[in-house]
């Protein structure tokens, strides 16, 4: 994997318009990234069955909405496919008599390769793949990027631009490992909110408020965030060590940690997440 963080964000391509296929949780944090890096809103699209939340993106963000996926994909330079991977299927049929051959597809679905989107569309396109998360709702998103042989240089600037509206860029090397970024990074906060949620019910067994615990280990954990990626000429390793005076407090939790394989435990969960991706991209 070839990571490039471009914490710049350039400015948007004033020209194109893009639309986005699905307006759920992802498509609105993009969306809100764009607003705020001053995409101009009548260049956004969004389609979606459910009039309701189109009429709230428009009120949010007054960006052009439309029930109709087809006229949506007529109508944009940069298409983006936002819809539950079980979807996907349904909408490329819904849109492959749209001539998209000129267009910049970005697919921000789990698991579809993108042999496969081009093959429910029944064209070769210029696609990438992408994998961002729900950071992406406060501008701290990390998203992986990976794109075809068919999208050029300016293509791929563009993607970076949208992308980096809403966090982190990385580009991906190699297609297949796509499943790993969305079980490190497209899944990963769950698997942080999981741990911090164990951790404030063990503090309010302690007998601390929920509301002091919530403070002190959403801090914890962010801070930690923040040192390792501040701190590049040290390890994590070393980062932990010195947190773990011989004999002390953080010595016997990461003992307990170790004797209950906890190493072990995050190995299964992030196989079991790349192995659900591989299965997404398969099923119909
Ligand atoms: N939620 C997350 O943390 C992440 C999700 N993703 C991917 O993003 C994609 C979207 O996920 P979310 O935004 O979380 O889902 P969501 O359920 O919030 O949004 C999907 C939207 O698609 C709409 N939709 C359903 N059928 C449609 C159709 N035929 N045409 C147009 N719209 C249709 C739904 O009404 C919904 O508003 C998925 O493929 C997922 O794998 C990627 C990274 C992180
Ligand atoms: O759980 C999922 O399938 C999606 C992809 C990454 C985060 N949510």
């Given at each position: 994997?070839?990571?490039?963080?471009?914490?710049?964000?350039?400015?948007?391509?004033?020209?194109?318009?893009?639309?986005?296929?699905?307006?759920?949780?992802?498509?609105?944090?993009?969306?809100?990234?764009?607003?705020?890096?001053?995409?101009?809103?009548?260049?956004?699209?969004?389609?979606?069955?459910?009039?309701?939340?189109?009429?709230?993106?428009?009120?949010?963000?007054?960006?052009?909405?439309?029930?109709?996926?087809?006229?949506?994909?007529?109508?944009?330079d940069i298409l983006v496919l936002a819809v539950k991977p079980q979807k996907l299927a349904d909408v490329?049929?819904?849109?492959?008599?749209?001539?998209?051959?000129?267009?910049?597809?970005?697919?921000?679905?789990?698991?579809?390769?993108?042999?496969?989107?081009?093959?429910?569309?029944?064209?070769?396109?210029?696609?990438?793949?992408?994998?961002?998360?729900?950071?992406?709702?406060?501008?701290?998103?990390?998203?992986?990027?990976?794109?075809?042989?068919?999208?050029?240089?300016?293509?791929?600037?563009?993607?970076?631009?949208?992308?980096?509206?809403?966090?982190?860029?990385?580009?991906?090397?190699?297609?297949?490992?796509?499943?790993?970024?969305?079980?490190?990074?497209?899944?990963?906060?769950?698997?942080?909110?999981?741990?911090?949620?164990?951790?404030?019910?063990?503090?309010?067994?302690?007998?601390?408020?929920?509301?002091?615990?919530?403070?002190?280990?959403?801090?914890?954990?962010?801070?930690?965030?923040?040192?390792?990626?501040?701190?590049?000429?040290?390890?994590?390793?070393?980062?932990?060590?010195?947190?773990?005076?011989?004999?002390?407090?953080?010595?016997?939790?990461?003992?307990?940690?170790?004797?209950?394989?906890?190493?072990?435990?995050?190995?299964?969960?992030?196989?079991?997440?790349?192995?659900?991706?591989?299965?997404?991209?398969?099923?119909?």
């Open positions: 994997m070839t990571a490039d963080t471009h914490p710049d964000l350039p400015a948007p391509n004033s020209e194109a318009t893009i639309g986005f296929i699905g307006a759920g949780n992802m498509a609105s944090a993009i969306i809100a990234g764009l607003i705020s890096a001053n995409w101009p809103a009548h260049k956004i699209y969004a389609s979606n069955p459910s009039l309701p939340k189109l009429e709230r993106l428009t009120q949010k963000f007054n960006i052009k909405t439309t029930q109709s996926n087809q006229a949506l994909a007529e109508q944009v490329c049929s819904q849109i492959k008599s749209v001539d998209l051959s000129h267009k910049l597809i970005i697919s921000v679905a789990a698991g579809w390769p993108i042999q496969r989107i081009e093959q429910n569309l029944q064209q070769q396109l210029a696609v990438v793949r992408t994998m961002p998360n729900t950071p992406a709702f406060v501008g701290e998103g990390a998203s992986g990027l990976f794109a075809n042989s068919r999208v050029n240089q300016q293509q791929k600037r563009i993607t970076e631009t949208i992308f980096n509206a809403i966090g982190t860029t990385s580009w991906i090397a190699a297609e297949a490992q796509m499943d790993t970024v969305t079980a490190i990074a497209g899944s990963s906060p769950a698997y942080f909110f999981l741990m911090m949620e164990s951790m404030i019910t063990a503090a309010v067994q302690a007998g601390m408020s929920e509301k002091t615990a919530f403070e002190l280990i959403t801090q914890a954990m962010k801070g930690a965030a923040t040192l390792a990626q501040s701190t590049p000429n040290k390890s994590l390793e070393q980062l932990r060590k010195e947190v773990t005076s011989p004999g002390g407090t953080t010595a016997a939790a990461i003992a307990s940690f170790k004797s209950n394989e906890f190493e072990d435990i995050v190995r299964k969960a992030v196989d079991a997440s790349i192995q659900r991706g591989k299965e997404l991209g398969q099923l119909n």
